[in-house]
């Protein structure tokens, strides 16, 4: 079965310092695997995706996360954080199942960017 | 381009009552989806339409809660009668195809006293 593991509840960093959100997954085959974000009062917003190819990804606001394989992660970073990154990530993984695909979401860290 | 808009926003019932939350995707998305998120924990996967069929719905807890998708356009999900678990943020999304991104609506929260 599909699982999705976020293991820190909340990650705090320094404005300017670089930041790594963890998300480990477990899938059947090939993941398709998403970061989003949610800011206060809002729905979630995609900011990245790996399918294939490149194990470093980018994508929206500086963001970037790396596919390891052999460790099962995709880790969220950014080389220099901004307070304005505080907000509710969720790591997601798709797999293709019985039901067809779905995507199944992780517990959600609060980054939290101190000025 | 609209984007996901879900009603209500947030809901107070009490225990026993009928709710039922609607969801309008984005034009053309074929796909929709229903998630619901309790107390801080994961956004857990409800079920998943792809136009006006239940493609998927492993994730629906019991059979107090139904979800249509009459015509393929707006969904509604309708929760009858309500129990204390229920509360949380039910979220609904939506997608051109069922690998892609997901686009997501404000939430509707659920409050159940």
């Known amino acids: ?115 | 381009e609209a984007g996901v808009t879900q009603f209500p926003s947030h809901s107070v019932i009490e225990k026993g009552q009928t709710v039922t939350l609607r969801c309008d995707p984005i034009s053309g998305h074929d796909n929709l989806y229903w998630y619901r998120r309790v107390m801080g924990k994961e956004i857990k996967f409800l079920l998943h339409f792809v136009k006006e069929s239940k493609q998927d719905e492993s994730g629906m807890p019991n059979n107090r809660f139904l979800a249509e998708r009459t015509g393929g356009t707006y969904s509604t999900l309708k929760v009858q009668p309500a129990e204390l678990e229920d509360s949380g943020v039910y979220f609904c999304a939506s997608s051109q195809v069922s690998t892609g991104e997901l686009f997501f609506g404000e939430g509707s929260r659920l409050t159940v006293l």
């Open chain 1, 1 to 115: 079965a599909q699982s999705v593991a976020q293991p820190e509840d909340q990650v705090n960093v320094a404005e300017g310092n670089p930041l790594t959100v963890k998300c480990t997954y477990s899938v059947s085959g090939n993941p398709y695997l998403f970061w989003y974000v949610q800011y206060p009062n809002r729905g979630l917003q995609f900011l990245l995706k790996y399918i294939t190819g490149d194990n470093l990804v980018k994508g929206s606001y500086g963001f970037e996360a790396e596919f390891n394989k052999s460790q099962t992660s995709f880790h969220l970073k950014k080389p220099s954080a901004l307070v304005s990154d505080s907000a509710l990530y969720f790591c997601a993984v798709s797999d293709f199942g019985t039901g067809g695909f779905k995507t199944i979401f992780g517990a959600g860290t609060r980054l939290f960017v101190k000025a």
